[in-house]
């Protein structure tokens, strides 16, 4: 079974930057796809960055030019890079992994999920 675990969230101005970790620990392979998505308050929870078990990735636009999203399989671990935030970008950020190769963009695409990270921007 897999255990998502994610880190790296935190408060910053306007412009800055963050990089968010999530480590599967247990069963997992470099061929699942896995996902960030986010929840702000009263608001559905959407997806941020995906990426598929080859590396194709996929993205909403309004982070276009400003997240990264990428995987380190030697570690099980995948990344958000987070450059240029803005205050709408504040949310619980969420990862999100399945077993097929395809990453999907809804939360229904993907059965395993972390315990969630704030990011808070200020203006």
């Known amino acids: 079974q897999v255990q998502l675990v994610e880190s790296g969230g935190g408060s910053v101005q306007a412009g800055g930057s963050l990089r968010l970790s999530c480590e599967a620990v247990?069963?997992?392979?470099?061929?699942?796809?896995m996902a960030w998505f986010r929840q702000a308050p009263g608001t559905e929870r959407g997806g941020v960055e995906a990426i598929e078990g080859g590396g194709r990735t996929s993205h909403r636009d309004s982070v276009k030019g400003r997240f990264t999203v990428s995987r380190d399989n030697t570690k099980n671990t995948l990344y958000l890079q987070m450059d240029n935030l803005k205050p709408e970008d504040t949310a619980m950020y969420y990862c999100?992994?399945?077993?097929?190769?395809?990453?999907?963009?809804?939360?229904?695409?993907?059965?395993?999920w972390g315990q969630g990270t704030q990011v808070t921007v200020s203006s």
């Open positions: 999100a992994a399945d077993y097929q190769y395809r990453a999907g963009f809804e939360p229904d695409d993907y059965k395993f």
């Open positions: 247990g069963y997992f392979y470099s061929s699942y796809s």
